[in-house]
């Protein structure tokens, strides 16, 4: 046979060869289909995000906005993946370079997230000494204390345990791909690592240590001597007036309770409205013009809720001390103040722009009427905390430092816009007071 027909029947070969195990790799049209049409919807979001904070004439705003984009974009693609390799694990590979190729943007996050889920891939992320993933199971040992049988009340030397999560689900690696339970399998454990009910998280050095999307800012508590002072006064005030008045208020009917949640609501619309639109939410802005004038005409000045049964119109909570946050600003040091309680020095400063930025403080001339806005405000809040804050102090060695974790973590899915709701924040207390004043 001549050198062109070998090369030719070679060639053939090649083809028909490729062909099989393309046939074999492949995707079927529905998964293909339905897995690519969720890839370029948030490819096609983060573009369109991209584009509208571009526009903002704020380049460092315009650079963390695209950047939390993407974040989001990939997080949706990640989830999309890993959803699409649980129902066919068999296809792992195909579904990785599909992803990858449908979504470039995303494809470091696709292989890293699936290397984690997957380690039989081969994709895994860089494995630390010991066989244990870095980004899995911190290196950190956890001193447990136990007692000697037979010497009662002596204290033997401390037995080191690896620190490894109850449930492989809370690592600090996969919480930014959306939290919770995934919709895929649960990854064996090294060899030699069990999880136990005495084995808890423990956060990365570093892990959550700033202003960012990815984890919950860390509590810095210089102030706690007069933190401390300032809470046993608050928790006075609140034991002789503000929890008394509290209870008899929670025994009003719930349709007068909930027409006073939505009249302040509404009067704190225009500062949603201003806040959002700083933070580069100008799809949210409109909407919170929009839900101002439904509620304020057809919801009769805001007694009834009347924006989103009718047109859609969710709400769209917004607070200065949250435009800080987005922009960048650190928490500062913890705050109890008095009269106000839990918060930080961001938020204070908030809190106070707030203030003298909300225009009802000057409209409404009537100091007595600005005081019966503040004070329904107040008991309406603390009504709403009666029973989370009550679970909290029964469950508590040190109430103010648990209140302190608590309203800090509760403030944190604030701030992230109730993104860290649907995987919980750990603390049934912290969620019940996230459900009762959102």
Do not use: C
């Not at 293909?32 to 573009?47: F, M």
């Not at 999309?80 to 694990?89: D, G, N, Q």
């Not at 816009?417 to 924040?425: M, W, Y």
């Amino acid at each position: 046979m001549r050198a062109p027909g070998r090369l030719a029947l070679a060639a053939g070969l090649y083809a028909l060869a490729t062909a099989s195990a393309l046939a074999q790799t492949s995707l079927p049209p529905d998964l293909s289909q339905r897995l690519g049409g969720a890839l370029q919807a948030a490819e096609r979001s983060a573009t369109a995000d991209h584009g509208i904070y571009a526009g903002l004439g704020n380049p460092a705003l315009a650079e963390r906005k695209a950047a939390q984009a993407r974040e989001r974009a990939n997080s949706e693609a990640v989830r999309a993946v890993l959803a699409a390799m649980a129902e066919r694990p068999d296809l792992g590979p195909a579904i990785i370079d599909y992803a990858s190729a449908t979504a470039p943007g995303a494809a470091a996050s696709i292989r890293a997230a699936a290397g984690m889920a997957y380690p039989a891939l081969g994709r895994a992320a860089p494995v630390a000494a010991g066989g244990v993933p870095s980004r899995w199971y911190p290196p950190v040992e956890t001193p447990q204390r136990y007692v000697t049988p037979g010497t009662p009340g002596t204290m033997a030397s401390a037995v080191a345990a690896p620190a490894v999560p109850v449930s492989w689900y809370d690592q600090p690696s996969l919480r930014r791909y959306g939290g919770g339970a995934p919709a895929y399998p649960q990854p064996p454990l090294p060899a030699g690592v069990a999880p136990g009910p005495d084995r808890v998280p423990i956060a990365q050095a570093g892990e959550g240590s700033a202003a960012t999307p990815d984890g919950p800012e860390p509590v810095w508590d210089p102030l706690e001597p007069i933190n401390r002072g300032f809470h046993l006064f608050n928790q006075g005030l609140d034991f002789v007036l503000l929890r008394p008045v509290a209870k008899l208020y929670s025994y009003l009917p719930a349709e007068i309770k909930g027409m006073v949640r939505s009249a302040l609501f509404n009067l704190n619309e225009p500062l949603h409205f201003a806040n959002n639109l700083l933070q580069g939410e100008v799809g949210l802005a409109a909407e919170t013009v929009g839900r101002f004038v439904v509620n304020t005409t057809i919801g009769i000045g805001g007694l009834a809720e009347a924006a989103e049964p009718i047109f859609g119109l969710k709400p769209a909570r917004a607070d200065l001390g949250q435009t800080f946050y987005v922009w960048g600003v650190g928490a500062g040091p913890y705050i109890e103040a008095p009269l106000l309680g839990p918060t930080n020095a961001r938020d204070l400063v908030g809190f106070a722009g707030d203030f003298f930025a909300d225009p009802f403080n000057y409209v409404i001339l009537d100091q007595t009427a600005r005081y019966v806005r503040a004070g329904s405000g107040v008991v309406s809040t603390r009504e709403a905390l009666l029973d989370p804050l009550d679970e909290l102090k029964a469950g508590s060695v040190d109430y103010y430092v648990s209140l302190r974790e608590a309203s800090q973590a509760r403030r944190q899915i604030e701030l992230d816009r109730g993104q860290a709701k649907p995987g919980g924040t750990g603390s049934g207390a912290v969620d019940k007071m996230f459900d009762e004043t959102k």
